[in-house]
């Protein structure tokens, strides 16, 4: 019994002969594709994909440290996006990690780690940095040509250092988290940390402001996002300020409602050590999960109870995404994770995935 | 080839048809058994000697307090539960870590003598104080810090019956509040699923694999010698004033021997009790590396031992803070070592995404 398997092994499998067959994959018969920047031991830069069950689909060399990974809506396609302040992106076959374009950030402008391509596949969006105007906020719009990415126009995005972006179910409104932190051309120094603005900001695809909301602590810098299929968003914050300070890391906006704390415990909060990474959303289970590398947990919520489901130790937790089972989480220093979230007690399996020097985001196509 | 091999053993065993014996155990793999012994050898006994020392150290309070025992004998039981302490630093895996509970066995940094301030200011809001009222008190007063100011401050007497009226029931609670708290970690190490069953047997709900355990290990260790460092540096205070109340037990007298306590579990996990610590990993290749290390822990301890004078002493004149230099830079190339070199060896990243702000 596959029940009696996992309760031999303490709740845990080093996968595969447990994994048997995944249900979800854009190719049938095969496990879901697993894409995220990654390191190697040297610190060499690649844009990799591995299918869930390890198979490695592709590992391309870069040149530059990657951030997100947007993945084409129906092209086999995908954009590693430059870790901030980064002047390239790059486009990737996913059937072979051809690299297709490298991207280069229009003059005085660089990529600040996260895009979005439009549901039609036709158009990416960008969070940028002004570099002129070190913080303006932009979200960048590019054009698919053929296997090429062209700049066609930009947007602002209402903020300072605009981090992630992501669509709102009806796929025509952005949801973007201003960051709120001024960084200079490229440096990753923050110059304005008595000055922040962060802002959660909603956009129509044209540029018209829809929204801007700010939490009250000045200096607790909205960064990333997930947003669930009935269009509730949910933000995870980085504080700047004092480390004994108690600021909501966590924030939601439910539809219709505004952008407010989502009850977090004491416990939980205080972990953290001011600062969350990634942040996604199972819309199927109603869960919300999030990474805390500086407290080496991970957490995943009820995202209407806000009841806690996991707390769970990762070092260096990285990157997180929703799948059939419940989540898959990686690490910059262990192996990745299934958090199998269908029944009342979570399991956890490790995958036969390489271990360690994940970035902080991963996408599953 | 290996396989073939293996595949003529294989059928090698089963003409022999069943032993009646049980067949051998496979030979544990490298990391899991530098994980195990390192558990069974290092930190079980580091564990139980603190939460021994905790429990000695209730006792006392009782005993000082009610007259069946003097300030002298008190203070040394406290000395025995700082050291204790200290020792677990780079041991502090699991559910030390994890409950925000090292703040409430020790205050450190204390730049604003937040302990002398908050231990007067509870005292006089509740002279009457209860263990329910230290409970609920700041870290500040609850720990080990707050102790030693009530054993060594020249401010306090607990010789004077007076006095000992004032300061023995917080002295008394903070003794309790450390018994529990350091039974309740070591009850989270023996349970069934605790911490040491997850550093001896893999995969677990925490580790998928011994490397992962091992690599957590290391990671203690190198942020306990970078603590190591901080703790020394902040009264040093090289080429500025030195800051002798910014260290770590400075009223005790007891920084150095803190700071030797916590080098010999460093020294400990990389040996092992029975040469099967981290060293036990490294590859007949690396072995100018394992001499390297073991050359620097030999040194870094020679000089503490050759200091010969408490640290207040020694930062009040220039011989004495040109050793304090040495000792330092000594740590530094024993952090060093570890962090870059040993990690790398045993294929261990320490960290990548947590400092990112990304």
Redesign the interface.
């Known amino acids: 019994m596959r029940r009696r398997v996992f309760l031999g ?6 996968a595969a002969a447990a994994l048997g067959g995944w249900t979800l994959g854009r190719s049938a018969g095969q496990a879901p594709l697993l894409l995220s920047a990654r ?1 190697d ?1 040297d610190g060499r830069h690649y844009a990799v994909g591995y299918r869930l069950d390890g198979q490695r689909q592709f590992a391309t060399p870069v040149a530059e440290r990657c ?1 997100d990974v947007v993945a084409h809506p129906t092209l086999p396609l995908a954009l590693f996006v430059g ?2 302040p980064s002047r390239e992106s790059y486009l990737v076959d996913t059937r072979d990690g051809r690299l297709l374009q490298t991207l280069a950030s229009p003059a005085d402008r660089h990529f600040q ?1 996260h895009a979005v391509f439009h549901r039609g596949g036709e158009w990416l969006y960008s969070t940028e940095n002004d570099t002129r105007e070190p913080g303006r906020g932009l979200v960048g719009v590019w054009r698919l040509n053929g296997n090429q990415l062209q700049r066609v126009d930009e947007l602002s995005s209402h903020g300072i250092g605009p ?1 992630q972006l992501l669509w709102l179910p009806d796929g025509e409104r952005l949801v973007v988290a201003n960051g709120g932190i001024r960084t200079e051309a490229d440096s ?1 120094e ?1 110059m304005n940390l008595d000055a922040m603005e962060p802002s959660l900001v909603l956009l129509q695809r044209d540029g018209t402001l829809l929204s801007k909301e700010q939490l009250p602590e000045r200096m607790n810098s909205v ?1 990333h996002l997930a947003v669930a299929d009935d269009g509730t968003v949910v933000s995870g914050q ?1 504080y700047e300020g004092d480390p004994a300070d108690a600021v909501p890391l966590v924030a939601i906006k439910r539809p219709g409602q505004p952008f407010q704390p989502f009850p977090l415990g004491e ?1 939980q909060r ?2 953290m050590h001011q ?1 969350t ?1 990634s942040v996604a959303i199972h819309s199927g289970l109603r869960l919300l999960a999030i990474t805390a ?2 407290g ?2 991970v957490f995943i919520w009820d995202l209407d109870s806000a009841e806690l489901r996991l707390d ?2 990762l ?4 990157g997180v995404a929703a799948c059939t089972e419940g989540f898959v989480v990686s690490s ?4 990745c ?1 299934l958090y199998d979230c269908r029944q009342a007690e979570i399991r ?1 399996q ?1 995958l036969q995935l390489p ?6 985001h991963l996408r599953l196509a | 080839m290996l396989r073939p091999a293996l595949v003529s053993l294989a059928l090698l065993a089963t003409l022999a048809g069943c032993s009646p014996s049980e067949p051998p155990k496979p030979k544990k793999e490298p990391y899991a058994a530098a994980s195990a012994a390192l558990t069974d050898g290092v930190l079980l006994p580091a564990y139980t000697r603190w939460t021994d020392s905790d429990r000695q150290l209730a006792d006392s309070a009782r005993a000082l307090c009610a007259g069946e025992q003097d300030l002298a004998s008190a203070r040394q039981t406290y000395l025995a539960a700082h050291g204790a302490w200290a020792a677990l630093q780079p041991l502090a895996v ?1 559910p030390l870590s ?3 509970l090292a703040w409430q066995v020790q205050f450190w940094p204390d730049k604003k003598n937040l302990v002398a301030r908050q231990v007067n200011t509870l005292l006089s809001s509740k002279p009457q104080l209860k263990q329910a009222d230290l409970e609920q008190a700041s870290v500040v007063v609850q720990g080990l810090t707050a102790y030693e100011y009530l054993l060594f401050d020249p401010a306090i007497d607990l010789a004077d019956l007076e006095q000992k009226r004032r300061y023995c029931p917080l002295l008394l609670a903070i003794g309790s509040h450390q018994q529990a708290l350091s039974a309740r970690v070591l009850a989270a190490w023996l349970g069934e ?1 605790g911490m040491a069953s997850q550093l001896k ?1 893999f ?7 011994a ?2 355990a091992v ?2 290990l290391l ?1 203690v260790q190198v942020s306990a010698l970078d603590g190591l460092k901080k703790k020394l540096g902040t009264p040093l205070a090289r080429g500025k004033t030195p800051q002798p109340y910014q260290a770590e037990a400075w009223r005790s007298g007891a920084s150095l021997a803190s700071l030797d306590a916590s080098l010999a579990s460093a020294e400990a996990l990389w040996r092992g009790a029975n040469g099967d610590g981290a060293r036990s990993l490294l590859a007949a290749e690396q072995a100018d590396l394992a001499t390297r290390i073991d050359a620097a822990y030999s040194e870094t301890r020679q000089r503490i031992a050759a200091l010969g004078q408490p640290l207040n002493v020694l930062l009040a004149d220039e011989a004495g803070r040109a050793s304090l230099g040495q000792l330092y830079d000594s740590l530094d190339t024993l952090h060093r070592l570890h962090e870059a070199e040993l990690a ?1 060896a045993l ?12």
């Open positions: 092994l303490g709740g845990t499998l080093l390191n031991a951030h870790r901030r780690g981090h990753r923050k960064r980085q416990a205080q972990v600062y990474a590398p500086r080496n947990r769970a130790p070092p260096d937790c990285a910059g220093q262990g192996r994770r956890m490790a271990a360690g020097l994940w970035d902080n | 699991g994890e409950g925000n699923q047997s995969p677990n709900a925490r580790y998928a694999e490397r992962e690599a957590e990671r790398k294929g261990i990243q320490l960290g990548f995404n947590a400092h990112d702000g990304d």
